[in-house]
């Protein structure tokens, strides 16, 4: 079996994993800025980090998840007052959105999902370690600056050459986006204007508010620790946000940030990047009126490798949807066989249907933990349904074997999670009750005896069990 290994941005090359402590991973998320509803883009590195946990869990492994929600920004201050509203107010409907969409694309929500505003203390904290260290400088009477030229190694997490930092009083910006890949002070804590109306903090710097990058190294270490395990985010995020992330907390404790830092490549809409000039920007609301079952995203977002990035069309999204419906129907048809009375395998058949099982499992995690490579696990995964469909189409697949096939795509589906598994849990010895009956029934028309056998089928009428004899073999389920 292959060792787990991920392409790690720090390194850029594949390292072997390890936690720090044995049995928990800590993991921290750079989320939202809830200004607007989430485009499919954001999503896509929400759907590539919940991927990667619950391989984890599957994996054996606890973990503690953090993922940030930035509700205090430029953006956000402007969007609320231009809709008349308090701050808190207008993110938290943008928040609930989000919420929603990670429940329709089945995204287990992270342990923490902490809001920047009620972490000013924490930021104003780090703030001020890093002016007693010597890495941070007041200016403009009540900002902030982090001072990048002090801190020896600024610019090689992005693989930035000297000459592209600019780290003059000139080249200082107060925003948090920066118009070039140029490395310049960036801001920590900003000091209030009048167009921040009644959004501000006290500080010992002054009033004002914290900076964009602050907030992700002050929350992180908050839940986490000073170093942690693994750190993920869009691509587009390496620089400036991870670089400064990385500057701010390293200079504050002395210690390495983050061991692994995994990176979600772009999502483009017909060969184009997503943006407002091109009009191309689309929520999961959008993509809805194309494709009926949002799942149908988070599966095609899968069939890509994270780090590839994905180019999503209306095309692939159909043709998404319809690969997603076979694996429905699939599903479906061994679940018919699984309630099938009577329908039993042969040894050889069963033996079969086993190894096919193992050899998919174990070509799924060898899959996966080659830096999960969802393409490569898809198509072992497709293969597996064919050799299991012929069998279907042979009569070979029984009860047993049924069961063992369900299983299977029920563990690996903790990964995946884009499959419904619609046959209802039905309670244990209800089923068993329901199947000794069918048993009796049976046993009662191979001797004619057709007034026990109806009755018997009245009974099971009052329990709401639909049969359905076929070939000497009865299927049933519960009437919806
Ligand atoms: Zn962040």
């Known amino acids: 079996m292959l060792m787990l290994q991920f392409y790690n941005t720090l390194t850029r090359k594949k390292d072997f994993f390890q936690p720090i402590n044995k049995n928990i991973i800590k993991i921290y998320s ?13 999503l896509s590195a929400y759907l590539f980090a919940d991927l990667l946990k619950r391989y984890l869990r599957y994996s054996g492994y606890k973990l503690i998840d953090v993922m940030n929600l930035t509700d205090v920004d430029d953006k956000t201050i402007k969007a609320s007052q231009e809709n008349n509203q308090p701050l808190r107010q207008y993110t938290s409907f943008f928040s609930n959105a989000l919420l929603e969409d990670f429940e329709k694309l089945n995204i287990i929500r992270p342990k923490v999902l902490c ?3 009620e972490h000013i203390s924490e930021m104003i904290e780090l703030i001020q370690k890093l002016i007693n260290n010597g890495y941070a400088y007041k200016a403009d009477g009540g900002s902030v600056y982090y001072k990048i030229s002090r801190f020896k ?3 090689k997490f992005a693989r930035l050459k000297k000459d592209q930092l600019k780290n003059d009083v000139s080249g200082r910006i107060n925003n948090d986006e920066y118009k070039k890949e140029e490395a310049t002070d960036f801001v920590l804590w900003k000091k209030w204007s009048n167009k921040d109306g009644e959004v501000y903090w006290d500080s010992p710097f002054g009033k004002g508010r914290p900076g964009w990058h602050i907030e992700c190294s002050a929350m992180s270490m908050k839940y986490l620790d000073e170093t942690f395990d693994i750190h993920t985010g869009a691509v587009d995020l390496i620089f400036p946000h991870h670089q400064n992330e990385i500057a701010q907390s390293e200079a504050a404790t002395g210690k390495q940030f983050v061991r692994f830092w995994l990176h979600r490549g772009f999502l483009k809409i017909n060969s184009e990047k997503m943006s407002k000039s091109l ?14 079952n949002p799942l149908a995203f988070r599966y095609l977002v899968l069939t890509s490798h994270y780090r590839r990035g994905l180019n999503c069309t209306f095309k692939s999204l159909k043709m998404a949807s319809n690969s997603l419906n076979r694996l429905q129907h699939f599903i479906k048809r061994i679940s018919e066989i699984n309630s099938e009375i009577g329908n039993v395998n042969s040894k050889e058949d069963i033996n079969k249907i086993k190894v096919y099982v193992e050899n998919s499992k174990k070509n799924f995690r060898n899959a996966m933990n080659d830096d999960l490579n969802t393409p490569k696990a898809m198509a ?6 064919k050799k299991i469909n012929r069998l279907v189409d042979e009569n070979k697949v029984g009860i047993k074997g049924a069961k063992m096939i369900l299983n299977f795509l029920q563990e690996i589906n903790q990964v995946w999670g884009f499959v419904k598994f619609s046959v209802e849990k039905i309670d244990k010895d209800f089923k068993n009750k329901i199947e000794d009956l069918i048993k009796k029934r049976n046993e009662y028309r191979l ?4 007034a ?11 329990m709401n069990v639909v049969i359905r004899d076929n070939n000497g073999s009865t299927k049933w389920e519960i009437k919806k």
């Open 452 to 462: 026990n056998a109806d009755r018997i089928r009245e009974k099971l009428i009052e």
């Open 30 to 42: 750079c989320g939202p800025t809830v200004y607007n509803y989430a485009h499919i883009g954001n």
């Open 447 to 450: 001797k004619n005896d057709w």
């Open 153 to 155: 190694d600024y610019g």
């Open 279 to 292: 009009g191309n920007i689309y929520t999961l609301k959008d993509i809805q009126k194309e494709i009926s």
């Open 115 to 117: 809001r920047a505003t």
């Open 380 to 385: 072992d995964l497709f293969d597996f349904l």
